[in-house]
């Protein structure tokens, strides 16, 4: 098992940027294309993840463009992902003549099961060699969110690596939840827990009109919760949100078995990942409509956020 | 900066200690036959005081109980209650163990010993607390033992033994560690066999006995022995366990089994939604499993009519008052009366009910001169809106008083509008003010601690001590937060997709349906003098739309209504009656009453006839 050992700042790649492998979703919205498009990293190994579903709106032309554009495009689903992804990362290491190996991974279009099958992965990855991990983040345009209703397919643990462990199952229940702008989805996953302790993360960027329709979506939960337990966290510094996150953890843990709920932006649901990875007692959950949810377009912002993790074996 | 406390730290018995949740209790019927020395299977939904029941049968919680009827109940209670926690996410991690890479039985096996160190620690618990000191400060003393150094140590290896675990010191304190550890082990030994593969696993599994313990003979063997050192020879302990619902097949079969057990050192007190207990037909129907009021007592927690919670919520509210030492002010007096409440009104203004200034006689009025269906109902029956003081003693009781509380609401709504605003806002609905006054408002909790005091907690944090008011505005503004957050849970309820005539349909609007069913016919519809509010389940239903149906009544969303005669302890859904919950009556404009029964498939199915049989099984409602 791998630990993760350095968050640094990254500048966004270039066509420069050689990678040994460098990996991206095919989704159904225009921006799973952007950062590859835009920025042109250069790897030896170029894999786009499709999925089974959802393959409408912008996903024909995502496809046709990574396949053009030199990617190994494979339809990959989430019972399949983590051994493709661990068989991607022993070819990426095998044939890296470094001792490190150096991967790119575009998380804005990846579901939340897939993310932490990313993470999983890297960490289990067996390779002797430093995993030098970029993670790049491209944020949408503002669009109004889906008054759809919808069903929820899975409410547990976002992966069974990422269920956690609580030691004393007499512990209160403490969360740490990521906001988003679907209406009450947060405050229904802190009732199906029964949870007392909540600690919520709304996020900030550069697109304002988002701040205002989280809280709208939030406002029963947001009343309900001391605003001392209210922070915030901006996109477009990760590694503050992290050691944030990390510390607000560290110190929920002490007395409480934690719970983390990321909702939002996929780049939050990153950060508690790798949060959970140093905490491995802490469970992360999803609260997912599956395939039941109906895609909806997504257009490219101006604004990418990325940074860059050093992964080595535990001694 | 706002120091406002979490309306989450009103009141969830599962994160306090039993001390702390000791503080707060309020003893109710169902406490009384939970005490008892006998099996018991106490059966509600979410929130209804399961947990909070269970810990307070625990000797630490019943130490520093406080109230006047502690006593009676430490005297009652002649068993060590042993608490077995569990919720949902440690249900999810104990499903993750290996992480889903074990194959099935496997998974079982290491599962098993995982529960069983989980029940072990919880007995070692409740023994270092029996066999510690008192604290100075401890004005009774429960069930504490005294057990010699010696005699702890004897005690401690042949639990050891028992156990197949070595402590480092012959101590219950080490005893407890070692348990610990043993859960540590076990998840690792699930992530090893993960990586080994399956061959040579039978021959790895087999060298490592703690994986062959059977809870309930471990428990047997050390209860007997901790008898016999503290010289209690026939003392008596009872296992604890809550949300059963969360817990593996397995260990429901076993424990529903167990009751029938030789072994009389032990009671089982078992808590469960009501679905939870007939979702394990094997054990329930087997020739040898218990059958109710032979080896165990069902304890249903919920109540059928509105004023039934009544006493207790009073009693709690008394409670939370004393808590935070606010003048002990009676709920009327606080909340006021409810709008329902015209008799009350009128004694206290010293009137008849019905005499024309009076609030009942006023709705009459107004609602004859808005709904031409009401006022051709008076017609028929002979009664003249505009002098209700002259109507019939007997007609008076009969027919205006039994149509009273729906003739309030029905023109509350109608001339508020309020039905046509809420329509305009489609994600929340404002809760009116006639929903405030101390009997609607309990009623509306449904008796359900936590959402009583959830409720209550908050507004009482807002009571100024010197004007001991809390407005309607303010009631309604509770309940309205306290109703988003029970849809929002209900939204959140993973299931399978239902289908109604070819459309998905979630949880949230099945409830949704059924509530503007009701709501168009008690306030839209023609008047009639008992409109539905409540439905039946067919008889025969498709599985998914039962499986999301099971999930709502054990989220509380449905209260079941037995017929008469019936027994109380559910065992299927199909063909019963249920009822909206209460607290989603105000989001939908009902009054707080029974009424009449509607099929569901008429209300899912949108078919005009509302009566029982009515309605042909279509798609989707067909089993």
């Given at each position: 098992?791998?630990?993760?050992?350095?968050?640094?700042?990254?500048?966004?790649?270039?066509?420069?940027?050689?990678?040994?492998?460098?990996?991206?979703?095919?989704?159904?919205?225009?921006?799973?294309?952007?950062?590859?498009?835009?920025?042109?990293?250069?790897?030896?190994?170029?894999?786009?993840?499709?999925?089974?579903?959802?393959?409408s709106?912008?996903?024909?032309?995502?496809?046709?463009?990574?396949?053009?554009?030199?990617?190994?495009?494979?339809?990959?689903?989430?019972?399949?992902?983590?051994?493709?992804?661990?068989?991607?990362?022993?070819?990426?290491?095998?044939?890296?003549?470094?001792?490190?190996?150096?991967?790119?991974?575009?998380?804005?279009?990846?579901?939340?099961?897939?993310?932490?099958?990313?993470?999983?992965?890297?960490?289990?990855?067996?390779?002797?060699?430093?995993?030098?991990?970029?993670?790049?983040?491209?944020?949408?345009?503002?669009?109004?969110?889906?008054?759809?209703?919808?069903?929820?397919?899975?409410?547990?643990?976002?992966?069974?690596?990422?269920?956690?462990?609580?030691?004393?199952?007499?512990?209160?229940?403490?969360?740490?939840?990521g906001?988003?702008?679907?209406?009450?989805?947060?405050?229904?996953?802190?009732e199906?827990?029964?949870?007392?302790?909540?600690?919520?993360?709304?996020?900030?960027?550069?697109?304002?009109?988002?701040?205002?329709?989280?809280?709208?979506?939030?406002?029963?939960?947001?009343?309900?919760i001391?605003?001392?337990?209210?922070?915030?966290?901006?996109?477009?510094?990760?590694?503050?949100t992290?050691?944030?996150?990390?510390?607000?953890?560290?110190?929920?843990?002490?007395?409480?078995?934690?719970?983390?709920?990321?909702?939002?932006?996929?780049?939050?649901?990153?950060?508690?990942?790798?949060?959970?990875?140093?905490?491995?007692?802490?469970?992360?959950?999803?609260v997912?409509?599956?395939?039941?949810?109906?895609?909806?377009?997504?257009?490219?912002?101006?604004?990418?956020?990325?940074?860059?993790?050093?992964?080595?074996?535990?001694? | 900066?706002?120091?406002?406390?979490?309306?989450?730290?009103?009141?969830?018995?599962?994160?306090?200690?039993?001390?702390?949740?000791?503080?707060?209790?309020?003893?109710?019927?169902q406490?009384?036959?939970?005490?008892?020395?006998?099996?018991?299977?106490?059966?509600?939904?979410?929130?209804?005081?399961?947990?909070?029941?269970?810990?307070?049968?625990?000797?630490?919680?019943?130490?520093?109980?406080?109230?006047?009827?502690?006593?009676?109940?430490?005297?009652?209670?002649?068993?060590?209650?042993?608490?077995?926690?569990?919720?949902?996410?440690?249900?999810?991690?104990?499903?993750?163990?290996?992480?889903?890479?074990?194959d099935?039985?496997?998974h079982?096996?290491?599962?098993?010993?995982?529960?069983?160190?989980?029940?072990?620690?919880?007995?070692?618990?409740?023994?270092?607390?029996?066999?510690?000191?008192?604290?100075?400060?401890?004005?009774?003393?429960?069930?504490?033992a005294?057990?010699?150094?010696?005699?702890?140590?004897?005690?401690?290896?042949?639990l050891?033994?028992?156990?197949?675990?070595?402590?480092?010191?012959?101590?219950?304190?080490?005893?407890?560690?070692?348990?610990?550890?043993?859960?540590?082990?076990?998840?690792?030994?699930?992530?090893?066999?993960?990586?080994?593969?399956?061959?040579?696993?039978?021959?790895?599994?087999?060298?490592?006995?703690?994986?062959?313990?059977?809870?309930?003979?471990?428990?047997?063997?050390?209860?007997?022995?901790?008898?016999?050192?503290?010289?209690?020879?026939?003392?008596?302990?009872?296992?604890?366990?809550?949300?059963?619902?969360?817990?593996?097949?397995w260990?429901?079969?076993?424990?529903?089994?167990?009751?029938?057990?030789?072994?009389?050192t032990?009671?089982?007190?078992?808590?469960?939604?009501?679905?939870?207990?007939?979702?394990?037909?094997e054990?329930?129907?087997?020739?040898?499993?218990?059958?109710?009021?032979?080896?165990?007592?069902?304890?249903?927690?919920?109540?059928?009519e509105?004023?039934?919670?009544?006493?207790?919520?009073?009693?709690?509210?008394?409670?939370?008052?004393?808590?935070?030492?606010?003048?002990?002010?009676?709920?009327?007096?606080?909340?006021?009366?409810?709008?329902?409440?015209?008799?009350?009104?009128?004694?206290?203004?010293?009137?008849?009910?019905?005499?024309?200034?009076?609030?009942?006689?006023?709705?009459?009025?107004?609602?004859?001169?808005?709904?031409?269906?009401?006022?051709?109902?008076?017609?028929?029956?002979a009664?003249?809106?505009?002098?209700?003081?002259?109507?019939?003693?007997?007609k008076?009781?009969?027919?205006?008083?039994?149509?009273?509380?729906?003739?309030?609401?029905?023109?509350?709504?109608?001339?508020?509008?309020?039905?046509?605003a809420?329509?305009?806002?489609?994600?929340?609905?404002?809760?009116?003010?006639?929903?405030?006054?101390?009997?609607?408002?309990?009623a509306?909790?449904?008796?359900?601690?936590?959402w009583?005091?959830?409720?209550?907690?908050?507004?009482?944090?807002?009571?100024?001590?010197?004007?001991?008011?809390?407005?309607?505005?303010?009631?309604?503004?509770?309940?309205?937060?306290?109703?988003?957050?029970?849809v929002?849970?209900?939204?959140?309820?993973?299931?399978?997709?239902?289908?109604?005539?070819?459309?998905?349909?979630?949880?949230?609007?099945?409830?949704?349906?059924?509530?503007?069913?009701?709501?168009?016919?008690?306030?839209?519809?023609?008047?009639?003098?008992?409109?539905?509010?409540?439905?039946?389940?067919p008889?025969?239903?498709?599985?998914?739309?039962?499986?999301?149906?099971?999930?709502?009544?054990?989220?509380?969303?449905?209260?079941?209504?037995?017929?008469e005669?019936?027994?109380?302890?559910?065992?299927?859904?199909?063909?019963?009656?249920?009822?909206?919950?209460?607290?989603?009556?105000?989001?939908?404009?009902?009054?707080?009453r029974?009424?009449?029964?509607?099929?569901?498939?008429?209300?899912?199915?949108?078919?005009?006839?509302?009566?029982?049989?009515?309605?042909?099984?279509?798609?989707?409602?067909?089993?």
């Amino acid at each position: 098992m791998r630990s993760l050992r350095q968050v640094v700042d990254r500048s966004l790649p270039n066509k420069e940027s050689a990678y040994d492998l460098c990996l991206f979703a095919i989704g159904y919205e225009r921006r799973a294309r952007h950062i590859a498009e835009t920025f042109t990293p250069n790897p030896r190994l170029r894999l786009a993840c499709a999925f089974p579903d959802g393959k409408s709106l912008s996903y024909d032309e995502n496809y046709r463009w990574f396949t053009n554009a030199g990617y190994k495009a494979s339809e990959i689903s989430d019972k399949e992902f983590d051994s493709w992804w661990a068989s991607a990362l022993n070819s990426a290491s095998s044939s890296s003549n470094e001792n490190k190996v150096t991967i790119g991974v575009d998380v804005s279009c990846f579901n939340r099961y897939k993310l932490a099958a990313i993470i999983d992965g890297i960490r289990k990855h067996s390779s002797p060699k430093e995993l030098v991990v970029d993670f790049w983040y491209s944020l949408a345009q503002y669009s109004p969110p889906s008054e759809e209703a919808t069903i929820n397919h899975h409410v547990g643990p976002v992966h069974n690596s990422f269920a956690g462990w609580f030691a004393d199952a007499e512990l209160p229940i403490a969360a740490v939840v990521g906001l988003g702008y679907e209406q009450d989805k947060a405050l229904g996953a802190v009732e199906h827990l029964q949870v007392d302790n909540v600690w919520a993360f709304l996020p900030q960027s550069p697109i304002h009109e988002y701040e205002q329709q989280v809280r709208t979506a939030n406002a029963t939960l947001l009343s309900s919760i001391s605003q001392i337990h209210c922070m915030n966290y901006a996109l477009h510094f990760p590694i503050e949100t992290l050691v944030s996150l990390k510390s607000l953890c560290v110190s929920l843990s002490q007395e409480n078995n934690l719970v983390l709920l990321p909702f939002g932006p996929k780049l939050f649901t990153l950060e508690c990942l790798l949060v959970a990875t140093l905490l491995p007692e802490l469970s992360v959950w999803r609260v997912s409509a599956g395939a039941n949810l109906t895609p909806s377009e997504r257009l490219p912002s101006e604004h990418v956020f990325s940074f860059c993790t050093t992964w080595r074996q535990q001694p | 900066m706002d120091q406002s406390p979490s309306i989450f730290e009103s009141f969830n018995a599962r994160n306090l200690a039993p001390t702390q949740v000791a503080k707060t209790f309020v003893p109710q019927e169902q406490y009384s036959k939970l005490a008892k020395r006998c099996h018991s299977m106490l059966i509600g939904p979410r929130g209804s005081g399961k947990t909070t029941l269970l810990k307070m049968l625990q000797p630490q919680a019943l130490e520093v109980w406080e109230h006047t009827r502690a006593q009676e109940f430490r005297s009652r209670v002649d068993f060590s209650g042993v608490f077995i926690a569990s919720d949902v996410s440690w249900g999810r991690q104990r499903e993750a163990i290996g992480d889903g890479k074990l194959d099935e039985s496997t998974h079982e096996q290491v599962s098993r010993a995982l529960f069983t160190t989980h029940v072990l620690k919880a007995l070692v618990n409740c023994m270092i607390f029996r066999t510690s000191a008192q604290p100075a400060s401890a004005s009774n003393q429960f069930r504490r033992a005294n057990i010699s150094l010696d005699r702890e140590t004897q005690l401690v290896t042949a639990l050891s033994a028992a156990w197949h675990v070595k402590p480092d010191l012959p101590s219950l304190f080490a005893l407890r560690i070692a348990l610990y550890r043993r859960q540590s082990e076990i998840r690792e030994l699930a992530g090893r066999e993960v990586t080994l593969g399956i061959e040579g696993r039978p021959d790895r599994l087999a060298s490592l006995p703690f994986l062959f313990l059977h809870f309930v003979d471990a428990v047997s063997i050390a209860t007997n022995a901790f008898n016999d050192f503290s010289n209690e020879s026939d003392a008596k302990w009872a296992l604890l366990f809550d949300e059963l619902e969360l817990a593996p097949k397995w260990i429901v079969d076993q424990l529903i089994l167990a009751v029938r057990s030789v072994d009389d050192t032990l009671l089982f007190k078992l808590a469960m939604s009501p679905v939870s207990s007939y979702e394990y037909p094997e054990a329930l129907k087997q020739v040898a499993g218990p059958a109710p009021g032979q080896d165990y007592e069902p304890i249903p927690l919920w109540y059928v009519e509105k004023h039934e919670p009544y006493l207790f919520c009073e009693a709690l509210w008394n409670r939370m008052l004393a808590e935070r030492e606010l003048p002990p002010n009676s709920p009327n007096e606080v909340l006021g009366e409810s709008y329902s409440e015209f008799s009350k009104e009128a004694k206290r203004i010293g009137q008849s009910a019905y005499q024309s200034n009076a609030r009942i006689a006023r709705s009459f009025r107004d609602l004859a001169k808005r709904d031409s269906t009401f006022r051709q109902y008076l017609h028929t029956k002979a009664i003249d809106p505009e002098r209700l003081d002259q109507v019939l003693p007997k007609k008076g009781d009969e027919i205006v008083r039994k149509i009273a509380p729906l003739v309030l609401f029905r023109e509350y709504f109608r001339g508020h509008e309020l039905k046509a605003a809420a329509q305009a806002t489609k994600r929340s609905r404002k809760v009116a003010e006639i929903y405030g006054g101390a009997e609607s408002l309990f009623a509306i909790t449904e008796g359900n601690p936590r959402w009583f005091i959830g409720m209550l907690g908050v507004l009482f944090e807002k009571l100024d001590p010197e004007n001991m008011k809390i407005s309607p505005q303010q009631q309604a503004r509770a309940v309205e937060v306290t109703a988003e957050r029970f849809v929002a849970l209900l939204r959140t309820i993973p299931t399978a997709i239902p289908k109604v005539r070819g459309q998905p349909i979630s949880i949230d609007s099945i409830v949704r349906r059924i509530g503007e069913f009701f709501e168009d016919r008690a306030i839209v519809a023609p008047f009639v003098a008992e409109p539905p509010a409540t439905f039946r389940v067919p008889p025969i239903i498709d599985k998914d739309l039962r499986s999301s149906l099971d999930k709502a009544l054990n989220a509380g969303a449905f209260v079941y209504i037995p017929d008469e005669g019936a027994e109380l302890f559910l065992r299927s859904i199909s063909g019963k009656r249920f009822r909206l919950s209460y607290l989603l009556a105000p989001l939908y404009h009902l009054p707080l009453r029974l009424g009449t029964e509607a099929s569901l498939s008429s209300i899912l199915l949108g078919n005009a006839n509302d009566g029982p049989k009515s309605g042909d099984l279509l798609d989707g409602l067909r089993g």
